[in-house]
């Protein structure tokens, strides 16, 4: 087994939280991430809100969706995200942590306007428009790692 294949274990990480720090043997690391997913996923009803989601329930997705657990789910998917990248030997240009920093961040404030905010007149709930947000996260957190970087490189 390749154990430093990087992006396979950001992929697990994206499938679960949790993941990918089993597969870079950090166990204990790796269980406490899949233990607070579960507890984040079933205290939001999140599987509810994704299945009713996926039907275009979009009202009843957000009468289930308990946005007091349900916000913490962003930073703990893109942390372990960027934690298994990271340890599996990515992420090794600085601030290369920002776009998935700054995806937990547009992430989280899609989660919070999702009941109410349109998009070409839909609604589109607790899981299609924080989807959505991770576009202007990443975009976001790459723009300045770049202005960073770039400033960085001036000084010097």
Request: aromatic share 18%; proline share 5%; net charge positive.
């Amino acid at each position: 087994m390749n154990r430093n294949n990087k992006y396979e274990k950001l992929f697990w990480s994206i499938a679960l939280p949790g993941f990918g720090q089993i597969l870079n043997g950090q166990f204990l690391k790796g269980f406490l991430f899949i233990v607070l997913e579960f507890l984040i996923n079933v205290q939001s009803n999140f599987n509810k809100v994704i299945f009713l989601s996926f039907h275009g329930e979009i009202e009843k997705a957000i009468q289930h969706a308990n946005y007091q657990w349900l916000m913490f789910y962003p930073c703990l998917y893109f942390f372990s995200m960027w934690d298994a990248f990271k340890d599996a030997g990515g992420g090794q240009s600085p601030f290369s942590f920002l776009p998935f920093v700054f995806s937990a961040y547009f992430v989280t404030v899609g989660l919070i306007v999702s009941p109410t905010f349109k998009m070409m007149g839909a609604l589109l709930g607790p899981v299609w428009l924080p989807m959505l947000f991770v576009i202007p996260g990443v975009a976001v957190g790459l723009i300045i790692k770049a202005i960073i970087m770039k400033a960085g490189q001036s000084i010097h």
